[in-house]
């Protein structure tokens, strides 16, 4: 029995998690989960898991909650709020793994303190080890702590790399599915709306990650991760367009031998590998072989999407300007959504921000928060300078 604590449990990631707690509920026991501004959600969770803590965005969300919470007759769960609560969700000591899936540097701190409390991490942030990867990776190597990633990409990647060892890795290959506009032509890029970028082909996301995607800053981060998480420099990380997101990743090995992953395009495959790690359980999540009929791979296109070029760069220039990639791209994704940017203003906006970042290392945590408000503030200034050009 592996007791559990979700990070994020009224997105896609957190209800994926408690379908398969429901699923397996022999194996897995929810102590502890951190929801955000959902309230009727996070009660309806509190309701049905009766967890020892409950986090949520708010004090005030936290007091509407209790409320509900005793007015059901509903006892024993501890109702806490923002990042302190994330905090306590994620360091119980009765937790024994923490899926860390809160979008944003939000979840990062959480996720840091639960690696120090000697937590495994499933973790579904990227943005956690895009901003503060270094810090994490040793905190963990300090720590004895396993970091199984969930992100179907480096999901894949990891299982590939069970055959093989670091310094057999020739390279690794990230799929992408494109997005919605890997055939639109350039120069309607320009025109492109935020109903039309929230169209994804293959996946049903959140609002932030739909657009990554359609901009392939998603991928970006991606690579970003996978340095970190496979201890690869950026020029062994590859990306290739793949159309129907059949295979998730490859890993080819020096010998010529490649290996992929395929699945179904189901988020609870590799959140369940995580959880059950490392060990493989039956599932019902089985995989249609006439879905390899047809495979298309091709190379992306970098004047097409120029954040898939800053990401690289970033990765090159050092820590401060992932942190500055990723804080850029949420104030550009943002005034995207709002209308303030055009969409061709993201990596505009990113590449700005890149631009005016000095280099540096930070050596904690808070510093990492101080160089993400300092590129977020930079990336506002940048966007409000558009828009009154506009």
Known sequence: MKNIAILGSTGSIGTSTLDICERYPERYRVVSLAAGTNLDLAYQQAARWRPQVMSVATEELATQLTQKLKAAGITGTEVVYGTAGTVRVATLPEVSFVVSAIVGVAGLEATYAAVNAGKTIGLANKEAMVAAGELIIAAAKKNNVTILPIDSEHNAIHQAMRAGTTNEVKQIWLTASGGPFRNTPLKDFENITPAQALKHPTWVMGQRITIDSATMLNK?????????????????????????????????????????????TDMRLPILYAMAYPERVPSELTFDMAALAQLDFQQPDFERFPCLRL???????????????????????????????????????????????PAANPATIAEVLQADAAARENARLVASEMLSRA
């Open 311 to 357: 990401a690289y760069e970033a990765a090159e220039a050092g820590p401060s300007h992932c942190i500055a990639l990723n804080a850029a791209d949420e104030i550009a994704v943002a005034a995207f959504l709002n209308g303030d940017l055009p969409f061709l203003g993201i990596p505009r906006t990113i590449e700005r921000v890149l631009e005016r970042t």
């Open 220 to 264: 970006g981060l991606e690579i970003i991760e996978a340095c970190r998480l496979f201890d690869l420099p950026a020029n062994k990380v590859k990306v290739t367009i793949h159309p129907q997101s059949t295979i998730h990743s490859l890993v080819e090995y020096v010998d010529g031998s490649i290996l992929a992953q395929l699945s179904v």
